[in-house]
C-alpha cells in the first residue's frame, strides 16, 4: 500500500516548456486534489475532482489544467510554463465516505523550477 | 483575502514544555478544522482534527481547541519533544460536497 505517489520528485523546465505531473493513489479515493506550496502561501488549492472523469477549478487554476481519466490518477499539467509557477506541488486525496475522520493523504510533493 | 491566518510564522519552545499554535478563521461557515504536520521534503501528515459541534479534542499529547465565537482554534502539544520541530498547517472547511480545505500560512516549530 504505497498511500499517495507523485511523479517526477524533481524537474527543472525552460519558460514555455510543457510537462505533466503525476499523481497515483490506491486507496479507492473519490476526492483528489492539486495544491502547490510557495513561501509564506501556505498550500494553495489549484483543481480538485470529486470523482473519475470531474474536474473543477481552486483558488488559483490559471494556467494549469487537469484531468482524472481513471479514479487512481489525477493529472496536472503546465501547458506553456511561466516562473511564476516555479513552486512545491502536492497532491492529494481523500476518502468519499462521511466527513467525519476523513482527512486529506498527501503526496511527497514535486519541486518544479521554472527557468 | 485570507480565510485562515496564522499569525506566527515561527514558535520555538523547549523540550518538555508545551507548546501553542494559533488559527484564526475568517469565515463562519467552516464546520471542520485540521491540523497538519510537515517535515522539510516531506507531504504534509494529518495530525488531529475538531468538528464545530464541540470545543475540545485530544490525542495523546496533542489537544486542538475550537472558539467559535472569536473564529479561533489552537494547537497544544505537551510536552514538547525534538521530534515535533516540523511546519504546523490549520485547515477549515466548510463545503460538505468537495470537502475543499483552505490551509492557513504554517507555522514553523522548533523544539
Known amino acids: 500500500n504505497a498511500g499517495v505517489t507523485q511523479t517526477p520528485k524533481f524537474r527543472v523546465l525552460k519558460t514555455g516548456q510543457s510537462m505533466t505531473l503525476l499523481c497515483a493513489q490506491d486507496?479507492?479515493?473519490?476526492?483528489m486534489y492539486w495544491y502547490r506550496q510557495d513561501p509564506g502561501m501556505g498550500l494553495r488549492l489549484i483543481h480538485y475532482?470529486?470523482?473519475?472523469?470531474?474536474?473543477a477549478k481552486g483558488e488559483v487554476p490559471d494556467g494549469y489544467n487537469v484531468s482524472r481519466l481513471k479514479k487512481q490518477n489525477f493529472l496536472l499539467g503546465l501547458e506553456s510554463a511561466a516562473p511564476s509557477q516555479t513552486s512545491v506541488y502536492f497532491c492529494?486525496?481523500?476518502?468519499?465516505?462521511?466527513?467525519?475522520?476523513?482527512?486529506?493523504?498527501f503526496g511527497p510533493g514535486t519541486r518544479l523550477t521554472v527557468l | 483575502d485570507q480565510q485562515v491566518k496564522q499569525n506566527s510564522p515561527s514558535l520555538s519552545v523547549q523540550e518538555g514544555r508545551i507548546s501553542i499554535l494559533n488559527c484564526d478563521y475568517t469565515?463562519?461557515?467552516?464546520?471542520?478544522f485540521l491540523w497538519y504536520k510537515k517535515y522539510p521534503a516531506e507531504g504534509p501528515t494529518f495530525l488531529i482534527s475538531?468538528?464545530?459541534?464541540?470545543d475540545k479534542n485530544e490525542d495523546g499529547r496533542f489537544t486542538v481547541f475550537l472558539n467559535k465565537s472569536a473564529k479561533h482554534l489552537s494547537l497544544h502539544i505537551v510536552p514538547s519533544q525534538p521530534g515535533d520541530s516540523a511546519v504546523y498547517f490549520c485547515?477549515?472547511?466548510?463545503?460538505?460536497?468537495?470537502?475543499?480545505?483552505?490551509f492557513g500560512t504554517g507555522t514553523r516549530l522548533k523544539v
Open positions: 475532482s470529486v470523482g473519475e472523469g470531474t474536474t
Open positions: 492529494a486525496s481523500r476518502s468519499g465516505r462521511v466527513r467525519a475522520y476523513n482527512e486529506q493523504f
Open positions: 485547515a477549515a472547511s466548510g463545503d460538505s460536497g468537495t470537502y475543499k480545505y483552505i
Open positions: 475538531i468538528s464545530s459541534i464541540k
Open positions: 486507496m479507492n479515493h473519490e476526492y
Open positions: 469565515n463562519s461557515m467552516f464546520d471542520y
